[in-house]
């Protein structure tokens, strides 16, 4: 517990010395020719990452704070559809969630559509708040639209809650989100489930020009590996659940997560 408490404080050191920008500064930033990839780590390597960048990056500054809170739940069909579309490798697929920045005290009800390109995109419309009556008053249309469901169709199955810090490089070609503090709970089985010292890192950048974070992460070894929030939380918190794709990642992120070196 010392040990947890003394990262957390020097991660939470780091990200104060970076330079902040703010949302109406970030808003400016147009990746055109965007790529997305994801990294797993754990807090050791996360504190050696921002000592790293400093100098390099931005930190977005939001409610007098770097380190944003956020709560995300999703929703899905009685069968998993959506858990099984990504677990059985389906492309196109999508995932409906209703995330809420707690900081800024919004949410919104998004779909999220993975092409067979491997791009990723995301609708979205406001919402009053996490609550089921809350969401069906405005989303129906919305839902039935982009996934050709109705909102009876689905329902809550599992819940995140998380920190991210933002980062933007100086040149303000790339956006590093950076996860962790990552908690679920399943609204199905009633079971909880915490990710430790996991990190989870997601990088946006225009891929025609350099990369400072690249080089960065390799030095660190840490390696580029996909990670659904939904499918991992669903596999920690549903003992029953079919997961075959995903035993052997879940292995490794038990081994990242002790590995403190």
Request: aromatic residues 8%.
């Amino acid at each position: 517990m010392v040990e947890n408490t003394k990262i957390d404080k020097r991660i939470l050191e780091l990200v104060n010395k970076l330079e902040p920008i703010t949302l109406d500064e970030m808003s400016g930033i147009k990746l055109m020719n965007r790529t997305d990839t994801k990294f797993v780590t754990n807090k050791h390597k996360l504190a050696k990452l921002l000592e790293m960048v400093q100098g390099k990056y931005y930190a977005q500054f939001t409610n007098d704070s770097k380190v944003a809170e956020y709560i995300t739940t999703y929703w899905d069909t009685d069968e998993l559809g959506f858990y099984f579309e990504h677990h059985n490798g389906r492309v196109p697929r999508q995932k409906v969630r209703v995330r809420t920045y707690v900081g800024s005290d919004l949410t919104f009800l998004e779909v999220k559509t993975k092409n067979n390109h491997g791009r990723t995109k995301k609708k979205r419309i406001e919402v009053p708040g996490q609550e089921i009556e809350e969401v069906r008053e405005e989303a129906d249309e919305f839902v039935d639209r982009l996934v050709h469901r109705h909102l009876d169709d689905i329902h809550p199955t599992v819940q995140n809650h998380f920190h991210r810090i933002t980062l933007v490089n100086y040149g303000k070609t790339e956006r590093l989100t950076i996860d962790f503090d990552v908690e679920f709970h399943n609204y199905e089985t009633n079971d909880e489930a915490q990710t430790g010292d996991l990190v989870i890192i997601e990088l946006k950048r225009d891929g025609n020009v350099p990369s400072p974070i690249l080089d960065i992460v390799r030095r660190l070894r840490i390696k580029p590996s996909g990670f659904s929030k939904y499918c991992i939380g669903s596999v920690m918190t549903n003992r029953d659940l079919k997961h075959n794709m995903f035993m052997e990642k879940m292995v490794w992120i038990n081994k990242l997560v002790k590995d403190e070196r």
